[in-house]
């Protein structure tokens, strides 16, 4: 099982990065997805989930309104789209799979209930 983070980079207050998690090895039917962040000198934070059948997603009050995660069952891919970034928002983005029961309908924002990582994806919001 792989899951490989994309689309961090540089970008001024108030821009958009949209972040994508290409997963392989397994399908997403069977796995939520979260999506973590960590700064520097920062315990590691959730940001959004997506449950294993799509029709649920969690935000951290700190994202919502300004994030939105949704996924490809064709591209086997889930997406972070990141609107309206603040400098806080600043930190290394990875996404995490969680098995659960097929097409579930709830997603966890504790680290611990997920078995497989990315690499991570830095983002970094500065003028």
């Known amino acids: 099982l792989q899951l490989v983070e994309s689309g961090g980079g540089l970008v001024q207050p108030g821009g958009s990065l949209r972040l994508s998690c290409a997963v392989s090895g397994f399908t997403l039917d069977f796995y939520a997805i979260g999506w973590f962040r960590q700064a520097p000198g920062k315990e590691r934070e959730g940001v959004s989930c997506?449950?294993?059948?799509?029709?649920?997603?969690n935000y951290a009050d700190s994202v919502k309104g300004r994030f939105t995660i949704s996924r490809d069952l064709a591209k086997n891919t889930v997406y972070l789209q990141m609107n309206s970034l603040k400098p806080e928002d600043t930190a290394v983005y990875y996404c995490?799979?969680?098995?659960?029961?097929?097409?579930?309908?709830?997603?966890?924002?504790?680290?611990?209930?997920?078995?497989?990582w990315g690499q991570g994806t830095q983002v970094t919001v500065s003028s």
């Open positions: 995490l799979a969680d098995s659960v029961e097929p097409y579930g309908s709830s997603c966890s924002d504790q680290e611990y209930e997920y078995e497989y």
């Open positions: 997506i449950s294993s059948s799509g029709g649920s997603t």
